[in-house]
């Protein structure tokens, strides 16, 4: 069965850090694009990063985390990870990874979705 | 970056009926748009890709359209399980974005 299981999720003071992990089974993960994406409570999806296939050699970040979180994965684990450092109260959120959708040369949208896991930034 | 906008933001329909959301691009994105159904307390679901490819297993009362700007996902006969809210998201360009959701009620 295609799966995504995240963890690392937690409450964390402003300024802390975290990082999440994302567990990958049942497809060949390094073959993937893969991303994370949140959503504050109440409110609708927004895409925070996403990384190539293979090595991981290109990443993309939305502008409300770039130069405080990074992405990376570890394809000798079938996992990816998000480093998230100087987190605001508005990082707040559960946070998916999700697996870029890919049929021979139709390639775009997520298809599978972890179950998500919640972060709390607070005082 | 590319903003989407979807409408309505609420829909309220019925069982059976037939119902259309619309989403628009800020700037051209071809085809590159996926549709999700997401449920409270559960990750979004992938319904459509591609603008108008349905994806494995979706029932075939959901479809999608358009191309350039101008979308729309269209439900052909609503059944209890569709009541749900559903996102645009084009994947033209990076930051990828989604539309602010369009959330479909009971009447």
């Known amino acids: 069965e295609v799966q995504l299981l995240e963890s690392g999720g937690g409450l964390v003071q402003p300024g802390g850090s975290l990082r999440l992990s994302c567990a990958a089974s049942?497809?060949?993960?390094?073959?993937?694009?893969m991303s994370w994406v949140r959503q504050a409570p109440g409110k609708g999806l927004e895409w925070v990063s996403g990384?190539?296939?293979?090595?991981?050699?290109?990443?993309y970040y939305a502008d409300s985390v770039k130069g405080r979180f990074t992405i990376s994965r570890d394809n000798s684990k079938n996992t990816l990870y998000l480093q998230m450092n100087s987190l605001r109260a508005d990082d707040t959120a559960v946070y998916y990874c999700?697996?870029?959708?890919?049929?021979?040369?139709?390639?775009?949208?997520?298809?599978?979705w972890g179950q998500g896991t919640m972060v709390t930034v607070s005082s | 970056d590319i903003q989407m906008t979807q409408s309505p933001s609420t829909l309220s329909a019925s069982v059976g009926d037939r119902v259309t959301i619309t989403c628009r691009a800020s700037?051209?994105?071809?085809?590159?748009l996926a549709w999700y159904q997401q449920k409270p307390g559960k990750a979004p679901k992938f319904l459509i890709y591609?603008?108008?490819s349905l994806e494995s297993g979706v029932p075939s009362r959901f479809s999608g359209s358009g191309s350039g700007t101008e979308f729309t996902l269209t439900i052909s006969s609503l059944q209890p399980d569709d009541f749900a809210t559903y996102y645009c998201?084009?994947?033209?360009?990076?930051?990828?974005?989604f539309g602010q959701g369009t959330r479909l009620e009971t009447k």
């Open positions: 990384i190539s296939v293979g090595g991981g050699s290109s990443t």
């Open positions: 998201q084009q994947y033209n360009s990076y930051p990828l974005t």
């Open positions: 700037q051209t994105i071809s085809s590159w």
């Open positions: 591609k603008a108008s």
């Open positions: 049942g497809f060949s993960f390094s073959s993937y694009t």
């Open positions: 999700a697996k870029r959708y890919c049929s021979g040369s139709n390639c775009g949208g997520f298809d599978i």
